[in-house]
């Protein structure tokens, strides 16, 4: 009787454990595909950043002016 019972109880932790590992997979292999399916329609909103061709009036300015020495005048402002 014990014996019947135990190869019972670990045939059913078995496939119970099976439906645990394979919904998880089924789940993460749901959201890979939504991310693959929604990625394109993303990249056709974000903004062209950096770009040269950009369609806004903005002027790309490169480099930034850095002085080649810092001044106390810059870092704490003009003293009196």
Same mark, same amino acid.
């Given at each position: $009787? %014990?014996?019947s ?5 670990? &045939? ?7 439906f645990?590992?394979?919904?998880? $997979?089924?789940?993460? $292999?749901?959201?890979? !595909?939504?991310? +693959? /399916? %929604?990625? =394109? @329609?993303? !990249? /056709? &909103? %974000?903004?062209? +950043?950096?770009?040269?061709? +950009?369609?806004d009036? /903005?002027?790309?300015?490169? =480099?930034?002016? @850095? =002085?080649? @020495?810092? %001044? ?9």
């Amino acid at each position: $009787m %014990r014996k019947s019972q135990a190869i019972l109880e670990v &045939t059913l932790i078995f496939i119970v454990g099976l439906f645990l590992f394979f919904g998880i $997979m089924g789940i993460f $292999m749901w959201g890979d !595909n939504q991310i +693959a /399916k %929604r990625q =394109p @329609e993303y !990249n /056709k &909103t %974000r903004v062209v +950043a950096g770009s040269l061709v +950009a369609d806004d009036d /903005k002027d790309i300015i490169w =480099p930034v002016y @850095e =002085p080649e @020495e810092l %001044r106390e005048q810059d870092v704490f402002g003009v003293q009196k």
